[in-house]
């Protein structure tokens, strides 16, 4: 296991994430603490030293698990990480007796990083607050050597990354986000590479293989791929990938299996970064790969349809979100981002005019694909 440097400490260059544990009959909130133990004991004794964990994981049950599995080892062997919940709304204001159960529940006096987790469209607004006192709070946690180091992760866009950075950058120790070389364009990533490089706030790497997608396939580059290091598998290309980006302290990895674990533990004997012709091909391929999904739009935001709307609608981020939410196949992201729109400002509000269409250089039919996303939403 290779190691990062981060301020006093030498993290895995692989970080343990719980959220993704096995469990019993398939039931996600039913961790299997056998199969846990397992797992950790596998990752001790192979060098990982931080775990990732947060209060929604498991239907609640993941720092539970992973505070049992852990609580044999002595706590200066291990790092472990937990979360503030700001992705439920409901949570603000309750900080102080949250804190205190996840101390219980993972069997800590204190954690070696806490985050605010999730920091997004429909949070920030609260996470921005200073009436709650969460900022306060955690701060007060630290001076007290009960939370080491504070950072957050963020699956916002880059405009709401910063709203946040702006009121608590003075205070993160480390950042967390989704980072592999599809979304480093798609979602925008790079901005957010970019700017966190240019404040000095190392990067720690959640769905590096986008939720696996990337450990089946290198998006049809595996043939000229192969060329160059015909003993790697996708898996490989791709935390290689994150291994070659700057600034990336932590490559966290949400695993399921002893099987999943031994073999990404295998990798991270030894760094291996990328060359520039290998970063092109997967960026490359990642392109292409949305590119040729069906469904998909080709808008490029040029911006020429917004004066146009009579809805004043925002068509070029609501086109991004649309193809996110297909070449997803579902997932979270859009349908969060939407939640922090107005109902006069979502797809659904698209009169059908046709004016945005009239003017679009990719001639997309924007009308169509706002009655589209307002279906896919509806499922």
């Not at 002595?74 to 409901?90: E, N, Q, R, V, W």
């Not at 949070?123 to 200073?130: E, G, K, L, P, T």
Request: hydrophobic share 35%; glycine share 8%.
């Amino acid at each position: 296991m290779y190691y990062n440097k981060f301020q006093d400490k030498e993290l895995s260059g692989l970080g343990f994430g719980c959220m993704r544990l096995p469990v019993i009959d398939g039931d996600d909130n039913r961790p299997d603490q056998p199969a846990v133990q397992e797992m950790v004991d596998y990752a001790m004794a192979h060098g990982v030293n931080y775990y990732d964990t947060a209060w929604g994981y498991h239907g609640g049950n993941s720092e539970t698990a992973v505070g049992e599995a852990l609580s044999k080892y002595d706590h200066k062997d291990f790092c472990i990480a937990t979360k503030f919940p700001g992705y439920d709304l409901s949570n603000f204001g309750k900080h102080e007796e949250i804190f205190e159960k996840q101390l219980e529940k993972c069997r800590v006096e204190y954690f070696d990083f806490y985050l605010f987790h999730n920091v997004c469209e429909t949070n920030i607004d609260a996470y921005v607050n200073d009436e709650f006192g969460l900022r306060d709070y955690l701060l007060e946690q630290k001076k007290n050597g009960r939370i080491k180091h504070l950072g957050f992760s963020c699956h916002g866009t880059y405009e709401t990354m910063m709203r946040f950075l702006e009121k608590n950058g003075d205070i993160m120790e480390f950042c967390q986000i989704q980072l592999n070389y599809l979304d480093y364009e798609f979602q925008n990533a790079k901005a957010k590479v970019e700017e966190l490089n240019k404040r000095g706030i190392p990067i720690w790497v959640m769905e590096g293989l986008r939720g696996g997608k990337l450990a089946q396939s290198c998006l049809g580059a595996e043939k000229e791929l192969s060329k160059l290091r015909p003993d790697f598998t996708p898996v490989n290309w791709a935390f290689s990938y994150l291994e070659s980006v700057p600034g990336v302290t932590m490559i966290l990895s949400g695993m399921s299996s002893p099987e999943q674990m031994k073999q990404n533990i295998a990798f991270f004997e030894e760094k291996k970064t990328l060359s520039e012709e290998e970063i092109s091909i997967l960026m490359a391929a990642a392109h292409s790969d949305i590119q040729a999904r069906e469904g998909t739009v080709p808008c490029t935001a040029c911006r020429y349809c917004m004066p146009n709307c009579p809805m004043e609608l925002e068509i070029p981020r609501l086109l991004e979100l649309y193809n996110e939410h297909v070449y997803t196949e579902g997932g979270f992201i859009a349908p969060m981002a939407l939640a922090a729109f107005p109902d006069d400002k979502k797809p659904s509000a698209c009169i059908g005019c046709g004016a945005c269409a009239a003017v679009c250089p990719q001639t997309i039919d924007i009308p169509g694909t706002m009655k589209k996303f307002t279906e896919l939403l509806a499922k």
